[in-house]
């Protein structure tokens, strides 16, 4: 998938131009098919992404993270030194 190969910026640029590109095309109801359908779509891979080392069967602490921050929010309020040695206990030596 050439998209793949993108960074999380190029696709962010892609999709605003995209929707805008839309905007100027596209009747009102069309358009907002279209951002409903584009929102979806992105919550959709993010998703997917966030479910990669499951897929991949390494464990990973999902349960408890962030479609779009992950696990920042555990790393900061434990440190993540504690972080880590916390997921090594609870999971083992290789996880995601």
């Known amino acids: 998938m050439v998209v793949a190969r993108f960074g999380l910026g190029d ?3 892609f999709y605003t131009l995209s929707i805008l590109l839309a905007l100027l095309l596209l009747s009102s109801k069309a358009f907002l098919l279209y951002v409903v359908v584009s929102a979806a779509s992105t ?4 998703h997917y992404e966030k479910q990669h080392w ?3 069967g390494l464990p990973s602490p999902d349960a ?3 479609i ?3 696990h920042m929010m555990q790393m900061f ?3 993540t030194h504690n972080f880590d040695v ?3 206990k609870l999971l083992g030596e290789t996880h995601g």
């Open 64 to 66: 408890e993270s962030s």
């Open 77 to 79: 309020s434990q440190g």
């Open 86 to 88: 916390n997921n090594t």
């Open 68 to 70: 779009f921050l992950g």
């Open 43 to 46: 919550l959709w891979y993010l």
């Open 54 to 56: 499951r897929r991949v």
């Open 11 to 13: 696709k962010a640029l």
